[in-house]
């Protein structure tokens, strides 16, 4: 409530309000927890009863989640095992939590990014350049999903009931259930893909054949024969 409050606050600053968002929004980003739903579904809201421009919200909204991403990433591949690490009374609860998307990283490979903190890719030591990537893919899926339904609602609730109000909450429901379905078969393909890579490399490493083999070694034929020892009629006679 603190944060939407934060946000009726500054939706009359004209600039000042959509850098307010930004900020809320990459800080959420970043690590801290409920800030940047609640700052992108207010300020929606507040776009659809007039006091804000419902496009740029979004547009600030989306670079706000690379720009926070980022940091929470740089955070985490930085200083994120000694945040983890460190002595405290939720010291089991955030190694269980960064345990948990490392184990999202290992199971979902890069699609872990739309559902873990970005510290977390940071402590993975992801690619930046995929994390980038990736990063704003998953805060433009979330703000195109979050926001449109978060302004249709709006509209609803103060009795509009026409295309211009249900039509941004079915885009925005659409855009969760196309983002959904996309990274379902994205992991399958993925999947399926890593048995063939491992089989190539298998086919790919020496034969077992090309070891030196054994009738290369020296012939037992070869060896002195005993027919060849002095003969025993050679001895001097008696």
Not at 201 to 206: C, E, L, M, R, Y
Request: aromatic share 6%; proline share 5%; glycine share 14%.
């Amino acid at each position: 409530m603190h944060t939407l409050a934060a946000t009726s606050a500054v939706s009359t600053g004209g600039l000042w309000a959509y850098l307010g968002i930004f900020v809320l929004v990459a800080i959420g980003w970043a690590g801290v927890p409920a800030i940047g739903g609640t700052v992108v579904a207010g300020a929606a809201v507040l776009a659809s009863q007039g006091e804000l421009d419902i496009g740029a919200v979004l547009v600030v909204s989306v670079l706000a989640t690379g720009v926070g991403g980022l940091a929470g990433y740089g955070v985490g591949r930085r200083w994120g095992r000694a945040i983890v690490d460190h002595p405290g009374r939720t010291l089991a609860r955030r190694q269980q939590a960064v345990a948990t998307g490392e184990a999202l990283y290992a199971k979902w490979g890069r699609l872990a990014v739309f559902f873990t903190p970005c510290m977390v890719s940071g402590i993975a030591k992801m690619k930046l350049s995929q994390f980038a990537v990736w990063n704003l893919a998953a805060g433009a899926v979330y703000v195109l999903s979050v926001g449109p339904a978060a302004y249709g609602a709006g509209k609803v609730a103060t009795g509009e009931s026409d295309l211009g109000s249900l039509g941004p909450i079915i885009a925005g429901v659409a855009v969760g259930a196309a983002a959904v379905a996309w990274g379902v078969r994205h992991y399958r393909r993925v999947r399926q893909t890593r048995p063939r890579l491992s089989r190539r490399a298998t086919d790919q490493s020496p034969a077992t054949d090309q070891s030196p083999a054994t009738d290369q070694s020296p012939a037992t034929d070869q060896s002195p024969g005993t027919d060849q020892s002095p003969a025993t009629d050679q001895s001097p006679p008696a």
